[in-house]
Nanobody, 125 residues
Framework: QVQLVESGGGLVQPGGSLRLSCAASGSIFRLNAVGWYRQAPGKERDLVATITMSSGGSTNYADSVKGRFTISRDNAKNTVYLQMNNLKPEDTAVYYC?????????????????WGQGTLVTVSS
């Protein structure tokens, strides 16, 4: 199994910055891709950014965060970060980490998708 733990959320004023972390642990053979999603009250969960964990590490961002958020990785630590700058009140949401991982078994591996528990980001003056 794979566990994801997010951290770094909190209360910040408009224009401020936060860095979220998503640490993966467990019987990880390989992380394939990790994404950040967010869900505001009364709304659906939306994609924020994704990154592949292979060499090159291609990234993808929602239009609403391009130029303000940066997703990055530390493969050695199985950790992905989301640097959020110039935060706006509309960025207020619970931020979730999602990972596609290859889980090691005694005979090889299988692929699974898992979610973290979420971390709350509140942007308010």
């Amino acid at each position: 199994q794979v566990q994801l733990v997010e951290s770094g959320g909190g209360l910040v004023q408009p224009g401020g910055s936060l860095r979220l972390s998503c640490a993966a642990s467990g019987s990880i053979f390989r992380l394939n891709a990790v994404g950040w999603y967010r869900q505001a009250p009364g709304k659906e969960r939306d994609l924020v950014a994704t990154i592949t964990m292979s060499s090159g590490g291609s990234t993808n961002y929602a239009d609403s965060v391009k130029g303000r958020f940066t997703i990055s990785r530390d493969n050695a630590k199985n950790t992905v970060y989301l640097q959020m700058n110039n935060l706006k009140p509309e960025d207020t949401a619970v931020y979730y980490c999602n990972a596609e991982a290859a889980v090691a078994t005694t005979t090889g591996y299988y692929t699974m998708n898992c979610w973290g528990q979420g971390t709350l980001v509140t942007v308010s003056s």
